[in-house]
């Protein structure tokens, strides 16, 4: 068997053979199998607890009817609603299984051997993944550090020190995940706009609609006057389908014709189409879901900071708490069954993150949480 496994490594291409692969929230069945448990509640993957829109879950049960044709590989219509929403042409719009594959796009797109790419330390796990999977050399640059204003994130200055001739992409996650920091909208355009042309900048907005600092960008606002911007987004977060697995760029059209080429021709499905753009037009959804995340992210913030815990800012649906040991946390909750997401894949191994839930959901883990770390303040 383990001769067999280093038969195989070898014969992968170098990219594989040093890939880390992604480790996603534990699945709440999985949880129920292993540890007997029935009363579950998962804070681990920064789903919208509200579960999905009547409206997203409607326009998808019509669609199934459906089901036994392809899906429209152009995604016609969405694409439409989403140019209207966000004042584009159609012809810059790129849809993905998620805003993952769109990012595994722009990596199949413009990195491979020889080039690469440049993120920051404790940005989003699917950087280095396809970096590494084009065979690109992933440009890591040191955060921010936990004295600054905005602790573990993004040093702007530092990526910009990082990029070089062979550089192609640079992410940016704003907010970051798993740390909740962003960055503002002066300093991010300033950055963009000191890039060189060889390089593409992807500026990934997953959590965009959660912010309510005038702050914080809209950086498809940039995009006719920076030709080499790509903006993601996705219907995982606060539109509640992340089971669907939609998501889409924003890019020059150019930039877009060329996702299109290694784009799989029927990437997402036509219930996934429809529910995506049902969601899109129910805005009441989402205002009242950003209004409950945001209003109980901070309540659960003074707890966790009366329980004497450091707490990152966050502009997200979820908070990075530093318990000590981390691992041993993560375990206790899950027996009390309650999943979190530890970090330390992240570089933060004394960290983890959870995802704002319901009221109820909240306190529990709170609850559960206070029972592993000590009395209250
Ligand atoms: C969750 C997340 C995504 C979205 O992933 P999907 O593939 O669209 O579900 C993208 N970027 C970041 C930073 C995320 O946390």
């Known amino acids: 068997m383990s001769e067999l496994r280093s038969a195989f490594h070898q014969l992968a291409v170098p990219g594989v053979q040093t890939l880390h692969p992604y480790e996603p929230g534990k699945p709440m069945d999985e949880l129920q199998r292993e540890y007997g448990l029935t009363d579950i509640i998962k804070l681990a993957s920064n789903e ?43 012809e810059t719009i790129t849809l993905g299984n998620g805003s993952n594959d769109v990012l595994a796009l722009v990596a199949s797109t413009f990195l491979g051997p020889g080039r690469e790419a440049v993120f920051s330390e404790h940005a989003f796990a699917v950087y280095p993944i396809v970096t590494s999977a084009a065979g690109a050399t992933a440009s890591v640059a040191p955060a921010l550090g936990s004295d600054s204003g905005m602790p573990f994130g993004h040093d702007l200055d530092a990526m910009r020190a990082r990029v070089t001739d062979a550089t192609r992409v640079v992410f940016v996650a704003n907010p970051n995940n798993p740390t909740g920091t962003w960055l503002g909208r002066r300093e991010l355009k300033a950055f963009v706009q000191s890039l060189p042309d060889h390089v593409i900048v992807v500026i990934d907005e997953a959590y965009c609609e959660y912010s309510d600092s005038p702050q914080q960008p809209d950086a498809t606002e940039w995009l006719s006057a920076f030709p080499n911007l790509v903006v993601t987004r996705t219907f995982s977060k606060v539109h509640g389908l992340a089971g669907f697995r939609v998501g889409y760029s924003i890019a020059h059209p150019a930039v877009a014709e060329l996702f299109n080429r290694v784009r799989q021709p029927f990437n997402v499905s036509t219930s996934a189409q429809a529910a995506a753009e049902a969601a ?90 206070t029972g592993l770390v000590g009395r209250r303040a």
């Open 48 to 90: 919208n607890p509200r579960g999905p829109g009547e409206k997203a879950l409607a326009a998808a049960r019509e669609a199934m009817a459906d089901a036994h044709r392809y899906p429209d590989g152009n995604g016609f219509r969405l694409k439409q609603a989403l140019a209207t929403h966000h004042g584009v042409a159609p």
């Open 280 to 369: 899109l037009a129910d805005t009441d959804y989402v205002r009242e879901s950003v209004a409950m995340n945001n209003e109980q992210r901070e309540w659960l913030r003074g707890e966790l900071e009366q329980l004497g815990l450091d707490v990152l800012p966050s502009a997200a649906n979820f908070l990075c708490v530093r318990v000590g040991d981390a691992g041993a946390v993560y375990e206790g909750l899950l027996r009390a069954g309650v999943i979190v997401r530890p970090v330390a894949g992240y570089g933060l191994p004394e960290w983890i993150r959870v995802t704002v839930g319901l009221p109820d959901e909240n306190r529990r883990f709170l609850d559960a949480l």
